[in-house]
């Protein structure tokens, strides 16, 4: 079981399916074979009916062309014709003959015997024939019904010793037969369970495992970082890559836990200043700075990259993209510690979170960006339209089954730039504002609108439940134009 787990994802896959290829074709061939010997059998019986019931058609037509041959009146042709129907005798008896290492004895006398009998038969035939005076052919013509007589009685009774013993080999091959279905249903039997035993040591190799490391990712993705770490199993893709994954949940975890205790130690600190304007001054810089500084995801973005890699080279493209799209959404995070930056950077954020959801909610969710490109270099406060589409998310739009909307509209107007996020979810009452991200840390709507109001700017936000939720962004201290 060590050896298996260690094996790579692609030589499981090949031994798996060749042990089921291996198992259909072994079924196959015993069909074939066992088909094949049935129908070698059956040739051989009917091929001696055919040979004695061939001889008797013919020896017969021979017998009617003879008796149109010894008229008074013979066509022109009837000669011709009795001539041509003693060949195909002929040609049939060759058939027939005796063989002493293939024939019964009962059935070898009864061949030498109508051989026999039809080498005196053209003897006399032959007689008949060189008569010329017509009135003479009559007791010639006796003689040869008299033998043909004896040949045809030879040759019922090897149709009938043919037809006894064929019917005894019928019982044998049916015998023969019936113990090849039985050893071919348990051979059947034994590959139905072989191949489901492949199946389970599929399901449980490589299933289960990919199972658990999409849950796992579920989890983190909702912001459970407590979640317990997934098991390792073995030293293939799947064991390096919950390996890695344990560890960026634990650095994660580490990381949020030291920030939450920092903030405890400076709101602490904070409130035991003395000087109000300069403790003031001290809580807005510490919020402005713990805000515009997230996690600092140096670690997550390298085993990102680790695992984007370790992607490309097992041939994962659409994992490595998402990938490469979580990598740069953190990248974000590391570019500076500007307070302030450009409009369109915050607009391609926003992008790389949407083609994330895309692939969890599928077309369940659709956003559509409509920005002026002379806003680009407007400067904004960092972080502030991500977080909004994240609320309209998770709060209005996570459980409706299809239909889902987001519109981000950037706008110059009178008196400023007006951003505006809107969806069609559910909707809330404003005096009673969700917490962000269903219980984790993340940026909300208060964190947002005290960044606005230290930049010169505002944030409103109308909603109605089952109607959805309007959030206005005013940059630069301008109401803007609705």
């Not at 984007?308 to 998402?322: F, K, Q, Y």
């Amino acid at each position: 079981m060590r050896r298996w787990q260690d094996i790579s994802i692609r030589t499981k896959s090949v031994l798996l399916m060749g042990v089921m290829l291996v198992s259909m074709w072994t079924l196959v061939v015993l069909a074939m074979q066992q088909l094949r010997a049935f129908s070698g059998q059956s040739d051989v019986i009917m091929d001696e009916y055919m040979d004695i019931t061939g001889f008797l058609d013919t020896f017969s037509a021979e017998n009617v062309a003879l008796e149109m041959y010894i008229r008074p009146t013979p066509s022109a042709d009837a000669l011709e014709n009795y001539l041509a129907a003693s060949q195909d005798t002929d040609r049939q008896l060759r058939e027939l003959r005796p063989n002493w290492n293939q024939d019964l004895r009962e059935e070898y006398l009864l061949k030498q015997a109508i051989c026999n009998a039809m080498e005196h038969y053209r003897k006399s035939q032959a007689v008949l024939l060189s008569i010329e005076e017509r009135e003479n052919l009559i007791p010639q013509y006796l003689s040869l019904k008299t033998q043909s007589a004896y040949i045809d009685g030879y040759t019922r009774d090897l149709l009938h010793s043919r037809m006894v013993q064929g019917g005894e080999q019928w019982e044998r091959i049916a015998a023969a037969n019936a113990r090849s279905n039985r050893q071919f249903f348990g051979f059947l039997a034994a590959a139905t369970v072989l191949m489901g035993l492949v199946l389970l040591i599929f399901t449980r190799s490589i299933l289960e495992p990919l199972t658990e490391l999409g849950r796992a990712a579920d989890r983190i993705g909702n912001g459970q970082y407590d979640a317990p770490p997934l098991a390792v199993c073995g030293s293939d893709e799947l064991g390096r890559t919950a390996r890695s994954f344990n560890l960026m949940q634990t650095e994660i975890r580490r990381t949020i836990h030291a920030l939450e205790k920092q903030s405890e130690m400076e709101k602490h600190l904070l409130e035991k200043e003395v000087e109000a304007a300069q403790m003031q001054r001290t809580l807005q810089e510490g919020r402005f700075a713990q805000l515009q500084s997230q996690i600092n995801p140096h670690f997550l973005f390298n085993t990102l990259s680790t695992i984007a890699a370790l992607a490309r080279e097992e041939g994962a493209p659409l994992s490595e993209d998402l990938i490469l799209r979580l990598s740069s959404f953190f990248r974000y995070s590391l570019e500076s510690d500007e307070k302030m930056v450009p409009l369109g950077r915050e607009i391609q954020l926003l992008q790389d979170y949407m083609e994330l959801q895309e692939t969890r909610y599928g077309e369940r969710i659709t956003m559509e960006i409509r920005s002026d490109p002379k806003l680009e270099q407007v400067a904004v406060p960092k972080f502030i339209l991500q977080p909004l589409v994240e609320n309209s998310i998770l709060h209005g739009l996570r459980t409706r089954p299809s239909g889902g909307h987001i519109r981000v509209w950037a706008r110059r107007g009178r008196q400023g730039v007006t951003i505006t996020v809107t969806d069609n979810g559910c909707g809330f009452d404003t005096g009673r504002q969700p917490a962000a991200g269903g219980g984790r840390r993340s940026v909300g709507l208060e964190n947002i609108a005290e960044r606005m109001e230290l930049s010169g700017g505002r944030l409103k936000v109308f909603s109605r439940p089952g109607i959805g939720t309007v959030a206005r962004i005013i940059v630069g201290g301008g109401e803007g134009n609705d």
